[in-house]
């Protein structure tokens, strides 16, 4: 009997294809007759997912609506369906299996190819079939064929199933039944508006949140330092005192100790030392730090990043991007090594090759589990592919080349020199640096340069210089908002984030919110749900996203250390330590637990009673033109009639007070507002007040 393969997807299956001689038929491809296949075999293959869990109604009919009476949503058990519009592929699979005894789950190496392979096979019910596993990194075709020489069994796969199958069902629960009790108990408070829950999603908006309160919340304070510019004989310098005072008076106690309040002194050279330093190439790529490296060089969105990646890995020009490897075996630094002059020729990147023995900071056996790091394929395209490939597709093939092409490169060198400049007892310390030898970074030429020392003149120890002596006063400054491409390792690292050292380490072995595969979707979907936007490239949370936010705070959805410990569980179960029965039962506490706390958790959480509109909501008729309507934009309320020259708008914050729509309302309609608790003046005293419109503007009546 011909062996059945299933791969997951069209694209995938013809790669496999392009390995051995087929003939293509409706749904499935036929092989011919060869040495790995002695009778040929069947390639065919799913469209994503063409299996899925079954919407709540077909459980039990009151869950077909929403209300809170109904919920939870419980299954004793739980039911599979074949995706309504993909029934023809799905039956053209199943006709196969029931021909054959042999079947090979060619999916991706991954969780997901696990349950996709096993989500079709068990729906088709079936049963008894020898189950065989392609393992493979590359889609080339001496890869393939390999793979298929070298098939695994299935029980790693079967294992790696259940887990992907547990947190499917586990998604299900925690979406199904957090959505609809958070939206529900919004509606009573006037929002009317589906807020989906998500067991990862959830807590990675809210640390976007809390990040974005962080950024609201910072009042710049000035800090006093003492700096010195110094004349020598061959060109000047600037150096700093060991101070960063509070207070002014700090800076001017320590001058007066040394006698320097007038500025001006003469100087010496007490210590002149210089170190040569090096910068190794730096690691391999993973997909997430290809993605924070694309979105820092070309502000691609990771989601971006993972599809171009993608089209290289079908395309047969890299090695499978979803991994979160950054080392590589032997085997391959083998085929990268003998092939290293090709591949410079390839991007036009010439260099004296260091050295071809392989660093354990790139090559480690130890360090590579079921894929190592992005690398290009043994395939070495044409110079008119490369040029023929869309711009984003050849930026990143470059990005792995020359990161690829690194490991065989120089160290970066430079001269680091650092000054003790002394006057009058107080010490004054410079730090400069001259670049040596480029080495790996000249791989790089548009790489921008971090911040570095200046070049400082030729010095010589006991020189006298001419001091100019001064206080300059600086400003803290906030924290940064999240680019996208920092997003991914805030959710990679987030562990940093938690207060109990037990969770931190948890995160830390799980490696954040979500895997090297799924973090760009979550993306993707909180921006779907409006709980987030990117303009220029800078993350912030959205009204909708701060309500939600602000509903959550100080429930476990909120809590990375929560989806933690759930995937460290999870693991388990893919390694055979854990059940997914105890795993599920925990999310159904879980989610009874949310039932009864979540009430009385929105009415202690200091949730207003009216919650500020949903941006684009219709406030009250415009005081000024009385044609438009006053509408809630982003970071304000403005008239409908703008484009028509009506020019009436509102803040969102006024003196760090949050004007909520009703506010707005009061304005309009009856032109001042009642007493509003918490305006907060430029001293940083907070103070009570009315705001009244005169002539479309906002007056304080106290």
């Known amino acids: 009997m011909k062996p059945v393969i299933i791969a997951e997807k069209p694209s995938q299956a013809k790669a496999y294809g392009d390995a051995f001689k087929t003939v293509k038929r409706e749904g499935y491809m036929e092989m011919a007759a060869n040495p790995i296949f002695p009778e040929g075999a069947y390639i065919t293959w799913g469209i994503g997912h063409l299996v899925e869990l079954k919407e709540p109604k077909a459980y039990d009919p009151k869950w077909g609506k929403w209300s809170l009476a109904s919920l939870p949503i419980l299954p004793t058990e739980y039911q599979f369906q074949v995706a309504r519009d993909k029934s023809t592929q799905f039956n053209i699979i199943k006709k196969l299996l029931r021909e054959t005894d042999t079947v090979i789950n060619a999916c991706d190496v991954d969780r997901e190819g696990s349950n996709i392979f096993y989500s079709i096979y068990r729906q088709t019910g079936v049963r008894g079939k020898h189950i065989k596993r392609l393992w493979i990194n590359s889609l080339e075709v001496d890869e393939v064929r390999e793979g298929f020489r070298n098939l695994r069994d299935n029980k790693e796969d079967l294992r790696l199933y259940e887990e992907a199958r547990a947190r499917q069902i586990s998604d299900w629960l925690v979406g199904m039944n957090g959505s609809r009790l958070y939206s529900l108990l919004l509606q009573e408070r006037g929002i009317h508006e589906v807020f989906a829950i998500g067991r990862v999603q959830t807590p990675t908006v809210f640390l976007i949140y809390q990040r974005q309160k962080e950024i609201e919340a910072f009042k710049p304070e000035p800090f006093y330092e003492i700096e010195g510019k110094f004349k020598a004989a061959n060109g000047s310098y600037k150096g700093k005192a060991k101070l960063k005072a509070k207070e002014r008076k700090k800076a001017e106690e320590l001058l007066i100790a040394h006698d320097l309040m007038d500025g001006k002194a003469p100087g010496h050279i007490k210590e002149l030392k210089t170190a040569e330093k090096h910068i190794p190439p730096q690691p391999l790529h993973s997909l997430s730090s290809l993605q924070a490296a694309a979105n820092r060089k070309w502000k691609y969105s990771p989601q971006k990043v993972l599809s171009a990646m993608q089209k290289l890995y079908e395309k047969k020009l890299v090695s499978y991007p979803r991994t979160d490897s950054r080392h590589i075996t032997s085997a391959e630094f083998g085929y990268l090594s003998s092939q290293v002059e090709s591949y410079q020729k390839l991007i036009d990147a010439p260099f004296e090759i260091a050295t071809k023995i392989p660093k354990k900071r790139f090559v480690d056996n130890t360090k590579v589990q079921e894929h190592y790091a992005i690398i290009p394929t043994k395939s070495l395209p044409t110079a008119r592919k490369i040029e023929g490939l869309p711009q984003d597709e050849r930026n990143l093939y470059e990005e792995v080349m020359r990161t690829t092409l690194g490991m065989f490169h120089r160290d970066y060198r430079y001269a680091e020199t650092k000054v003790v400049t002394d006057v009058k007892g107080l010490e004054f310390h410079t730090t400069g640096r001259t670049e040596l030898d480029k ?197 304000s309320y403005g008239c409908t009639e703008h484009a028509n020259g009506c020019k009436q708008s509102f803040p969102a914050v006024f003196l760090k007070k949050r004007l909520t729509a009703k506010h707005i309302e009061y304005l309009c309609t009856r032109g001042k507002t009642p007493v509003i608790k918490g305006f907060v003046s430029k001293n940083g005293k907070k103070f009570n007040a009315s705001l009244e419109l005169e002539e479309g503007k906002l007056k304080m009546k106290f």
């Open 439 to 635: 080495g790996w970074k000249s791989l790089f030429p548009t790489a921008k340069e971090a911040k570095q020392d200046p070049p400082l003149p030729e010095l010589t120890v006991q020189e006298q210089v001419a001091a100019a002596i001064a206080i300059v006063e600086g400003m803290t400054t906030a924290p940064k908002p999240y680019t996208e491409g920092q997003l991914i390792a805030m959710m990679k690292t987030c562990g940093k984030f938690a207060e109990d050292v037990a969770d931190s380490e948890i995160l830390k072995e799980v490696e954040g919110l979500g895997t090297e595969a799924t973090r760009s979707g979550i993306i993707e979907t909180i921006k779907r749900h409006n709980y987030i936007e990117v303009k220029k490239n800078i993350v912030s949370v959205t009204e909708k996203g701060r309500m939600l936010c602000q509903a959550i705070e100080g429930n476990l959805l909120s809590s990375p250390s929560m989806t933690a410990k759930w995937e460290s569980y999870l693991k388990k179960i893919g390694k055979g330590e854990g059940s997914s029965e105890v795993f599920l039962a925990t999310i159904g506490k879980f989610i009874e637990k949310l039932m009864q706390d979540v009430p009385e958790q929105l009415r202690s959480n200091g949730m207003p009673d009216e919650m500020p509109l949903l941006q684009g909501s219709e406030i009250a008729i415009c005081p000024r033109c009385k044609k438009g309507s006053i509408i809630s934009r982003k970071g």
